[in-house]
């Protein structure tokens, strides 16, 4: 930008075109000064539309339910916490939503399937990265091939052998199918958070006598620990958002958050309070997590597809 | 010793391949070798061997062209919203102004959310009478819309939802795009004389096509299997079925029907259409890339 702009100033000031210098000059600036406006203008528009749902729903969640579905809005009015005490102090049950249980329930299956997840994904995509054998490059993808498959797609299999072991409606069963579902992206991930290690460092420690285990966990861990961090977030994300699967895997014991959407309106009429504040529960670690792993996120997902 | 060595990649990537074999490859086998049977436990506790006959069924159903038109029309005008508004987006974020990054950090926001309770918010502000989008047009002068009960509007709906979800998804990989384009050719094109349209259009866009590739492929795959937004907000296919894409359509089969041979040959369908459109994309990225060498 600054070397076209040099340019431009030493065109336009030659002798054919001294008199107008200023007043292009000024007229630039105008035009840069409108750019740079329409630029925040739309930005800030897009940043609105993009936030205002889920902070409508936030804000509904900590307004009396009777406030909360006033129209005109209330903008001002009394917060209270009356919602959340109800479904998570009292465990209210609301149009037969337990939404204590299924919190508890997407905690476990989220934590558990992750922690894992990651350690089998870790060794895994440790053996395809260092490791030079028979099949490593066609396993590799085949691995990643697993994930075009659509997951609404896998619910007859999934439901079959989920039925077959005894674990339909079981915690261990969904966080089975979820580990089955996030290997995948995981080993591809941390592989290429692996490549970037170079095998120097192992070598060099294997010289002092460091066995691989060693030196996976003392060099190379702290070395992919954003990687490690990426890749678990969106395991756990991945977990925490599933709904096809929970939908078909759990009947009773094991519903996770995202199954809330089934219930909350019946002929009686909508929850406004116990759903919004529910929403607000469920949406709030992905909400998060978006924040803190903003800066792996690029990377997580264009690993390899853009050259720099 | 060297029997041991050899085995021991294999060792660290047996977990993982019990996993995969165990959970993904054996029940989807299985899957195939159950879309030749007719199996409805409710009206037939023995699976009945029916060879194509499924695959037959499903092409003679009138309700899967119904779900594939939908799902069809779906993805093509939501991957191609979401590709302008967030390539739109992405290049609004690349200038240098400032507060970039709050701009880039509010318009992630929707893009991690839980797809099935993204479509219950949605469902509180599209409510028809209750909602907040309907008092707002209401305030302005339009006039309330029955976004959730009239079926002419069930796939705009879910467009609007699934587009506000997705776009910061482009938006994110264009901008990397944009920011990792080397500076050499556009300087170079900027010195003999290139306006900064020609340089975007003839350096930019060129450089870019690979990854806009990627990205089209990514969301067409992930648009084809639409179901938890749709169940977010009616539980179902929609009011007179108008939100039946392959995916409900898939579902229903199985969980209302019970027809566990035709939901496995559905799924079989499903898979089919993916590999379809990645190999599409696969190849017209390669051949581009064939191209630039």
Redesign the interface.
Known sequence: MKQSETLERIWTTSAARAPSAARTATRRRITRALRATLIYLTLSLAAFLSVFPVLWIALMSIKRPVDAVALPPKLIFAPTLESYEAILVQGAVASSVNIRGYLINSLLIGFGSTLVTIVVSLFAAYALSRFRFRGSGLLGFAILATRMLPPIATIVPMLLIMNTLGLYDTHLGLGLAYLAVNAPFAVWMLRGFLDDVPKELEEAAAIDGCSRIQSLRLIVLPLIAPGLMAASVYSFLLAWNDFTLALVLTAREAKTLPLMVMSFFTAEGIAWGPMSAAVTIALAPPILFVLVMQRYLARGLTLGAVKG | MIARR?L???L??A???A??L???V???L??LY?SLYRWNPLKNPVPAFVGLGNYLAILGDAEFYTALKNTVLLTVITVSLEFVLGFG?AL??N?N?RGRA?????????????????????K??LHDE?G?VN?VLG?VGIGPQPWMSSPSYTLLTVSIIQV?QHV??VM??M???LQ?VPTEPM?AA??DGASEWQVFWNVVLPWLK??IM?VLMFRV?FA??S??TI??LW?GAGPVKAGLVV?VY??EQ??VFWE?GK??A???V??AL??AF?LYFTVRLYRGLEDSR
Request: glycine share 6%; aromatic share 16%.
């Open positions: 050899a021991t990649p294999y660290w990537l977990p993982v391949l996993v995969l165990g959970l993904m054996y029940p989807w299985w899957s159950l987006l609004l974020l200038t102004i709050f701009f880039r950090t509010a318009c992630l926001v929707p893009m991690m959310l839980t797809p099935s309770i993204v479509g219950l918010a949605w509180v502000l209750m907040l008092w305030a506000w910061p998804f994110l990989i901008l990397a795009g990792a300087e900027r010195v690979p990854l990627i795959i084809i299997r179901f938890d169940f977010g539980q995916g898939l579902y199985v969980r566990l939901g496995a559905i799924s079989y499903l898979l993916t590999i990645s």
